[in-house]
């Protein structure tokens, strides 16, 4: 089961990556300061990295809207389901809106329907 999380946390952690790569990228640049359009090819590209993780970070915002807080049934603690299926932002402990889901083995295939 670990290695599923909350998808809101994964989607956090793709856009942090997304900042990173985006300024080793911008560093890389550094090497090629002789060459004036390399240097630019990747600072440039280091710059759509980052453009790309504000654009993610947004949508996390806008899918944050979209989400049902509720109390997780395992440790207790307010928590946020995004789509059928999800899993607690605490415990990892799996949750489902979906009635006809309870019970069934967690799988995060139940999701794909909607997307
Ligand atoms: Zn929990």
């Not at 990173?20 to 090497?31: D, L, P, S």
């Not at 395992?74 to 999800?86: A, E, F």
Request: hydrophobic fraction near 45%.
């Amino acid at each position: 089961m670990a290695k599923y999380s909350s998808k809101i946390n994964k989607i956090r952690t793709f856009a942090l990556s997304l900042i990173f790569i985006g300024f080793i990228v911008m560093y890389g640049g550094v090497f090629f300061r002789n060459s004036p359009i390399v240097m630019t090819i990747f600072m440039v590209l280091g710059l759509l990295f980052i453009v790309a993780s504000t654009v993610v970070y947004f949508w996390i915002g806008m899918l944050s809207t979209k989400t049902v807080q509720v109390k997780c049934p395992n440790c207790g603690k307010p928590t946020k389901i995004l789509g059928r299926v999800d899993m607690c932002m605490h415990c990892s402990e799996p949750l489902t809106l979906d009635k006809n889901l309870e019970g069934i083995e967690f799988d995060e295939k139940y999701n794909r329907n909607r997307m």
